[in-house]
């Protein structure tokens, strides 16, 4: 089974710094990941996601992600975090055999925080 | 268009009561799923439909029915429930079926439910 871990529950920088949320994943096979966003009260949002390919991977509103298998690795990362990014973040992977193909397993969750 | 939308935003229900939830996406996706989303929780699959049909029932409890009138909506029934399913519960949908791992998920804002 695949699954996937989000190191921090809360991440907390200052406007400007860099952001970097961690995941790391098991996986017997190749990994399909994914981040997604969520504001407060909204649903969720695709950032980026990695199948196959380039392990860089960027996606939406400044942030990227690489694809470390070595270190079973998925962190995000932003270079400089505005205030609309505090949000809660979710790592996810898709399930690879069974009942559980192509079903999302989302992380815990991290909250990011960003201070003037 | 790539939203998905979702009636009623917030539903306030006694134990008695039966109420449906409503999604809709016109992007010509062919998968929908129901999410339930504790709060400071990931979200967690209740249903899946593969061109209208019922792929996939997370083992959720009968007083959940879900119904797929056609490829655009997405309902959830609900009747009798209790005090403990009070969440966010979250529609999404996705181009490819959820037999594939490539499965990028777009979700609607979500219904706020309250269960008294």
């Known amino acids: 089974a695949q699954s996937v871990t989000q190191l921090g529950s809360h991440v907390s920088v200052s406007e400007g710094a860099l952001v970097l949320l961690r995941c790391n994943y098991s996986?017997?096979?190749?990994?399909?990941l994914f981040w997604y966003v969520q504001y407060p009260n909204q649903g969720l949002q695709l950032l980026l996601k990695y199948t196959t390919g380039a392990t860089l991977v960027k996606g939406i509103n400044g942030f990227e992600a690489e694809f470390k298998k070595s270190e079973t690795s998925f962190h995000l990362t932003k270079p400089s975090a505005h205030m609309s990014d505090a949000a809660e973040y979710f790592c996810?992977?898709?399930?690879?055999?069974?009942?559980?193909?192509?079903?999302?397993?989302f992380g815990q969750g991290t909250i990011l925080t960003v201070h003037p | 268009d790539t939203e998905v939308t979702q009636t009623p935003k917030h539903l306030v229900m006694g134990m008695t009561n039966k109420k449906s939830l409503k999604c809709e996406q016109h992007m010509g996706h062919r998968a929908m799923y129901w999410y339930k989303q504790k709060a400071k929780k990931p979200p967690e699959l209740m249903f899946v439909y593969s061109y209208e049909k019922l792929s996939i029932n997370e083992s959720v409890p009968s007083r959940f029915s879900p119904e797929c009138p056609n490829s655009s909506l997405l309902n959830l029934h609900l009747h009798a429930l209790q005090p403990e399913d009070s969440a966010l519960y979250l529609c999404?949908?996705?181009?490819?079926?959820?037999?594939?791992?490539?499965?990028?998920?777009?979700f609607g804002p979500g219904t706020r439910l309250t269960v008294t």
């Open positions: 996810a992977v898709s399930g690879a055999g069974g009942t559980s193909y192509g079903k999302l397993t």
């Open positions: 996986s017997s096979v190749p990994p399909y």
């Open positions: 999404a949908s996705s181009a490819k079926t959820s037999m594939s791992r490539d499965n990028e998920q777009y």
